[in-house]
């Protein structure tokens, strides 16, 4: 019975989302552990069936650090950002676009739905410009993204699911290691995206970091604001990805627990959500 409920209950958002874009960021834990990965795969292919737009946006953090280590290269991160000397974008790209990208496509293909790879190179989808740390500090090559051209991605979209390594260049072709999350919100805002969701290794955004009951299950806009110019880490990109998104006319962003099986079904499908929930202010 329970069962039939839930399918009940995701009825009306079904509706609701046919024919939407959603953009999902898909990094951290749902990434490394090779169940989560298949059941990640899954319910975005399911997205596709029941008739939404679903586009991939992918960091690779643990894997850019992992394949770093083995050449014996510094690892670094101001602000939540990767410090990234030309080396640390070569391994970048290398791993996103060669290894990480690939491996999402192929699991996509294998659930049912082909999926097309691409980086922020392909069909000139990123122009980037380089960017510094929050406090001004010199980080490298790491890159905002200035413009976006979505007409290579509608194409994909409307057959195929893409899905995007954050990688990309300026006018003089310098690569740029890009955050992934910034990437998503890019995306989104450019695609006219109905919703971002961000997989991450935490139940969401936390009060505390150290405290995983201390889950802010929605917030506005202007309270991130606030909140966002004292804070450390990975969610500070997340939370500035959010607002940008959100600026750029995306009805709600989210940030959900990717080590939680189908945490993507769950938060677009279930009344109760189970991350945080970022609306415009009131
Ligand atoms: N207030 C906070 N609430 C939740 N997490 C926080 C907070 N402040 C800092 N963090 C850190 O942010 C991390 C999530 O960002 P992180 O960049 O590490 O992962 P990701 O963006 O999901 O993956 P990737 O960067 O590999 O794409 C958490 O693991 C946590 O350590
Ligand atoms: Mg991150």
Redesign the pocket.
């Known amino acids: 019975m329970r069962d039939v409920a839930t399918l009940l209950e995701a009825l009306p958002y079904i509706r609701e989302f046919h024919g939407q874009t959603v953009v999902i960021k898909y ?2 834990a749902a990434m490394e552990d090779p169940e989560l990965r298949e059941e990640f795969a899954r319910d975005v292919v399911l997205l596709k069936y029941v008739g939404m737009n679903p586009i991939v946006v992918h ?4 894997d850019i650090t992992r394949y770093m280590n083995k050449l014996n290269l510094p690892v670094e991160f101001v602000g ?1 950002l990767r410090v990234s000397d030309k080396d640390t974008v070569e391994i970048a790209k290398m791993v996103l676009v060669g290894k990480v990208n690939k491996d999402i496509v192929l699991r996509l293909n294998r659930h049912g739905q082909a999926a097309v790879g691409l980086s922020g190179d392909d069909g000139r989808l990123f122009r980037a410009s380089r960017q510094s740390a929050p406090d001004g500090q010199d980080i490298g090559f790491v890159g905002q993204i200035d413009r976006v051209d979505v007409d290579v991605l509608e194409h994909i979209a409307q057959d195929y699911i893409p899905v995007i390594a954050s990688v990309g260049a300026d006018r003089e072709g310098n690569s740029y290691n890009i955050n ?2 910034d990437a998503a919100a890019a995306v989104a805002r450019a695609m006219g995206a109905f919703k971002v969701v961000f997989l ?3 139940a969401g ?2 009060r505390d ?1 150290d405290d995983p009951a201390s889950l802010i299950s929605e917030a506005g806009a202007d309270e991130v604001e606030e909140a966002i110019t004292t ?5 500070r990109p ?1 939370l500035q990805a959010c607002l940008d998104a959100i600026h750029g006319g995306v009805s709600a962003a989210y940030i959900i627990d990717g080590r939680v099986a189908h945490s993507l079904l769950l938060e677009l499908f279930t009344d109760s959500g189970i991350g945080t929930k970022i609306r415009p202010a009131q």
């Open positions: 990094g951290g960091g690779g953090g643990p939540g992934a999350d991450t290794d935490v955004w936390l970091k804070m450390e880490g990975g969610m997340k």
